[in-house]
Every structure is written in structure tokens, then in C-alpha cells.
């Protein structure tokens, strides 16, 4: 019954908002009045410029969509002079004297300003995109932390009932050994909740961020006071990257409670567990892009989207800008590179094939000139550049030894990872190189066709792991790991390209978890690359199928979490 009054109520007619008396049977579009037939004939017609108003059928209402406005914007810099074109290079709206003055050598790319506006639209909605990508993965990060808290709690009940039953059959004489192991897994929880708490207000946080701005887009997009919209575009992209999420990859867990022998001192102790109940990790793909090439050894992005791809079994590195499915050459470069790095000029340093020393690459010249950077008498096979500005080298020679430098910017060699304490060789082949936020290095350790594993490194010269591959993972077809990368949250993630699999390991080279890509698709991985705004490239080699005649290597965009 209440349903039907609120029906009735919202059929109430509305009178003329002229007259007030009168039903009304007509909207005007511009000054948005409800007019009976007598005052749109009468009154309506006394507003100034009213004969050019639209005026409407009520029963047309919500047919006709407001028609936005552009031929009012007053010129910032010209106060006599209306906005009739915007400058695509210039990226703001001009008058007839703006162009006249500043703009003539930019008449191909003037657009008009209905164009302009909705292609900033478009920007917009593919940055409303990214932030509610950014928040869908904090949701999903926090409901994950959530259900560990959840599970963290619940294991936190039992051991606290195991350790009160067996406290139970003990005598009254080890009451105290049971009260400290009480408190001590009570402290520990308080530990694990306020870690993982942290990394909720920060997820939190996120999703409120995320919200706020989506909301700030979400009304510039709705906006139709065209005047302020091109300024408040230009204040609203500048804020508008949303961080990504930087939490934990791990954390600790409630001890396990081990009973021991009823004596009066020893009661039992609390035996850390390894935890199977670690965060997930997932990707999902953006694109896919075709290219013409046998395999992709290393990938590159740049700020300005585009992306360097090298190929070593092609012997060359392309320049590529990515549109829809395809890569469009900008530049190509007829050499064999083993490994490449980004500069904080923004240039690139390469190992090229044979030299000692490494080269330098001017994306801006194309000009390759030598570097102070040499490894002498090895020749160079891979390239890491620390966030210090640290020059990671892997060298190798088959009779004089193999060995990873670090240098600094004059090219000293400050550190040479070659024999461990023992005086044993550490490495067989270096191939890939990555650090993560502790110092540790970690390099790929193979020689090319054959099984490999991941050496990590700790800055006073020590091997403190080396990881050899998942015994079920790596059952069948041995572990082949060939490129290596750092994720924003500090894991270490590699491609075992036999496998299809992404082994994802902690700053230390422990297993944290893997990734099958082929549940996605996704064959023969080789190489990584994180984007700036968080995306990672996979580049894939073809494969070995008889039936695969043709350069057909592919190169996936995905979105990634719990990394």
C-alpha cells in the first residue's frame, strides 16, 4: 500500500511556472520553464532572446539531451576574444588572436573544440579506468587481508585451546610454563594483527583516494560548464595517478604449539610454521600484441609509451610505439643484444655480443658510443641498474671464469661477486640480474639451454640461497629461468619459459608462491617489464612446434596483484 502512495504522489501535476495556474504542456530547453499553451505564447516570449529558445513538448522531455555550449569561452588571455579552436601541442584553447600571435605554425594541429573536449573526455574515462582498476585490486587486497586476520584469529583460538587442554594434565607445578606460553601467543597475535592492520589502513586509505577521485571525475565528465572544464581537466590529470599499493608480501603467523615431556621444565615451545595460506597473486590481460619477431629476449617501457623490445635471436632492438593490437616501428637497430638497462637520462646502457665494455644507446640520437663501464678480461651477458644508481654487470669467459660487478657512476668496480667462502666459482653463466629494497642481488645462473637456478647475493659478498626450482613445478621439465625483475613490492619474479610458469620469490629467494600463465593464455614467457603505472609486459618466445614457420612472438599488457 505504501508502494501505491508514493506512485500516486509522484503523478501530481506540475502547474505553469509562469501562471501557477494553469497545467503545463510545454518546457523551454534554454531557460528551463514548464509553460501552459497561453504564457508560451504570452509571457514566455517577453524574456529577452526568448523567440531562439527551444521550447519542447512535456511528453518529449528526456528525448532531447542538453546540447553543450561551445562557442561562449572567453579567451584567458584575450578578454575581447571568444575561444574557436584548441592547440593539441599547446594543449589549451586559443582565440583568433592566440593563433594570429603564438599558434600559426601549428595549424595542423588545431581541432575544433567540440573535438577537443571530447577526446579530454576520453582521457578522462581512461583515467577513471585506471583508478578503478587501482581500486578494485585494493577491494580485493582487502578482503584478503580480512580473511587472513579471519583465519589468523581462528588459529589463534586453537592454539590457546591446545595449550589450556595440555595445561590441563599437567601438574600444578607448571601452571607458570603455561601462563607465558599463553602470553606469548597472545603477543604474538597483537604483532600479526598490528601488521596487518597497517597494511589495512593503507589499502583503506587507497580505496578512499580511489573513491574520492573517481567521484571528482566523475563529475567533470557530467559537467556541461564547458568554461571551467579544460582548467579543471588540467588540475584534475595532475592528481590523478593513483599510487600503487604498497604493503607487505608477507607476514608472520601464529606459532604452532608442540607439546613436550610433562616435567617442570619443559612444557612445550611454540614451533614456527611455514604459512600455505599466503596472499594470492593474480594477472589478468590487458592486450596482446603480434610482432615479427622469433622471441623476445627483454622489454623496455618508456614514459612516453612506448617501448624498446630487444631480440637476440633476431639481433635486433626495436623502438615500438603500442596502437590496439599492433606495434607501430618507430626505429630499428641491427645488433645482438644480451641484456639492457634504462639510465636515469633515460638512455640505455647494452651489453652487446663480444665487448668488454658496455655501450651506450641515445634514444634521442641514436647515436652508440662506449661506456666507463667494463668488465675486461669477461665479456658483459646482463645489465641491472640499482634505484642508487648502482651498475650491476654479469661477465663470463670459458676458460678465464664468470663473475657479477658492481660499480659505481666512474665505473670503479666497488664489489665482484666471483668465488663464495669457500673459494668455489659461484657461477655457471650469468644471465639476468635484479636487487630488491635489502641489498640483495639476485641473478639468474645459467648457461643458455641448459638447467639453472637463482643465486642471491648479500652485499657483504656472502651467497645466502639459491634457488633450484619447485620439485613439483619443475617434475618433468627441468627449471630454465631466464629473465628476473623486482615487483613494487619488493618479491622477485622470473619466467620459466619451459613451463609456462612464474616462480615469484621474497627478497631472501624464498618460494613464496608461482603462476601458471597458460590458465590465461599465456605461452612461453621470457621476459618482464613493470610499467610506471603498474602494468607488466610478458614477452613470450615462439616455442618449438614444427608447425610455427613464422616470426609470431607475442608481447601481453596484464594487470597483476598481490605482487
Known amino acids: 500500500m505504501a508502494f501505491s502512495q508514493s506512485v500516486k504522489k509522484s503523478q501530481i501535476p506540475i502547474n505553469c511556472h509562469l501562471c501557477d495556474t494553469e497545467k503545463n504542456k510545454w518546457k523551454c530547453i534554454d531557460c528551463e520553464l514548464l509553460m501552459c499553451d497561453k504564457c508560451k505564447e504570452g509571457r ?41 579552436l584548441f592547440c593539441k601541442i599547446c594543449d589549451s584553447l586559443v582565440c583568433p588572436t592566440c593563433v594570429s ?43 584478503q587481508l580480512v580473511k587472513r586476520k579471519d583465519a589468523e584469529k581462528a588459529k589463534h583460538s586453537k ?10 594434565v599437567l601438574k600444578s607445578a607448571i601452571d607458570k610454563n603455561i601462563k607465558e606460553l599463553k602470553d606469548e601467543v597472545d603477543e604474538n597475535l597483537k604483532t600479526i594483527f598490528k601488521s596487518i592492520d597497517t597494511d589495512l589502513s593503507i589499502v583503506s586509505k587507497s580505496i578512499k583516494y580511489s573513491n574520492e577521485k573517481n567521484t571528482e571525475v566523475e563529475d567533470l565528465i557530467k559537467s556541461t560548464d564547458v568554461a ?24 608472520n603467523s601464529i606459532p604452532k604449539f608442540a607439546p613436550g615431556e610433562i616435567t617442570q621444565s619443559n612444557v612445550g615451545v611454540l614451533q614456527i610454521e611455514d604459512s600455505s595460506e599466503e596472499l594470492s597473486f593474480s594477472f589478468d590481460i590487458i592486450q596482446e600484441y603480434q610482432t615479427e619477431l622469433n622471441g623476445i ?67 634521442t640520437t641514436g647515436n652508440i658510443t662506449d661506456t666507463v663501464y667494463n668488465v675486461s678480461p669477461l665479456v658483459s651477458t646482463c645489465i641491472y641498474i640499482t634505484s642508487g644508481n648502482k651498475v650491476i654487470v654479469g661477465g663470463n669467459d670459458d676458460e678465464l671464469g664468470r663473475a657479477v660487478f658492481v660499480m659505481n657512476e666512474k665505473g670503479d668496480h666497488e664489489t665482484v661477486y666471483e668465488h663464495d667462502k ?18 640483495n642481488i639476485h641473478v639468474v645462473d645459467r648457461v643458455p639451454g641448459t638447467e639453472g637456478r637463482v643465486v642471491v647475493l648479500t652485499t657483504d659478498s656472502d651467497v645466502i640461497n639459491s634457488y633450484k626450482g619447485h620439485p613439483e613445478i619443475n ?28 616462480h615469484i620469490l621474497d627478497s631472501k629467494g624464498n618460494l613464496a608462491s608461482w603462476y601458471n600463465t597458460k590458465d590465461i593464455g599465456i605461452l612461453y614467457p621470457y621476459c618482464l617489464a613493470f610499467t610506471s603505472s603498474g602494468p607488466l609486459y610478458i614477452g613470450c618466445a615462439c616455442g618449438k612446434s614444427s608447425k610455427r614457420t613464422a616470426k609470431e612472438a607475442k608481447i601481453y599488457e596484464v594487470t597483476c596483484s598481490g605482487f
Not at 600559426?104 to 567540440?114: F, P, R
Not at 583508478?131 to 582487502?142: D, F, H, P, S, Y
Not at 669457500?422 to 641489498?439: D, M, V
Open 44 to 84: 514566455h516570449l517577453r524574456i529577452k532572446n526568448a523567440q531562439d529558445h527551444r521550447v519542447i513538448s512535456i511528453k518529449d522531455i528526456g528525448l532531447h539531451s542538453r546540447e553543450l555550449d561551445f562557442t561562449n569561452i572567453k579567451c584567458p588571455d584575450h578578454a575581447s576574444q571568444s575561444c574557436c
Open 101 to 143: 600571435k603564438v599558434h600559426k605554425k601549428h595549424a595542423n594541429d588545431l581541432i575544433e573544440i567540440s573535438e577537443a573536449y571530447h577526446m579530454e573526455k576520453e582521457r578522462l574515462k581512461n583515467g577513471q579506468s585506471k583508478i578503478q582498476l587501482e581500486e578494485k585490486n585494493a577491494v580485493t587486497k582487502k578482503e
Open 159 to 168: 592454539v590457546i585451546q591446545d595449550i589450556l587442554n595440555h595445561g590441563n
Open 228 to 251: 571551467n572544464f579544460f582548467s579543471d581537466v588540467k588540475r584534475l590529470e595532475k592528481s590523478m595517478e593513483v599510487p600503487v599499493l604498497k604493503t607487505q608480501s608477507s607476514y
Open 297 to 363: 629476449s627483454d622489454i623496455i617501457p618508456c614514459v612516453d609509451n612506448s617501448v624498446w623490445i630487444n631480440s637476440n635471436l633476431d639481433s635486433c632492438l626495436i623502438n615500438a610505439l603500442p596502437s590496439d593490437k599492433k606495434l607501430n616501428v618507430v626505429s630499428t637497430f641491427n645488433m645482438r643484444v644480451h641484456g639492457m638497462a634504462k639510465t636515469k637520462s633515460n638512455n640505455f646502457l647494452l651489453s652487446v655480443q663480444g665487448k668488454c665494455r658496455l655501450q651506450q644507446l641515445n634514444i
Open 422 to 439: 669457500h673459494n668455489q666459482p659461484i657461477f655457471t653463466y650469468p644471465l639476468s640480474i635484479t636487487s630488491t629494497s635489502n641489498g
Open 475 to 502: 617434475k618433468v621439465k627441468t627449471f630454465k629461468p631466464n629473465r628476473i625483475v623486482t615487483t613494487p613490492r619488493d618479491n622477485v619474479i622470473m619466467t620459466d619459459v619451459d613451463t609456462c610458469v612464474i
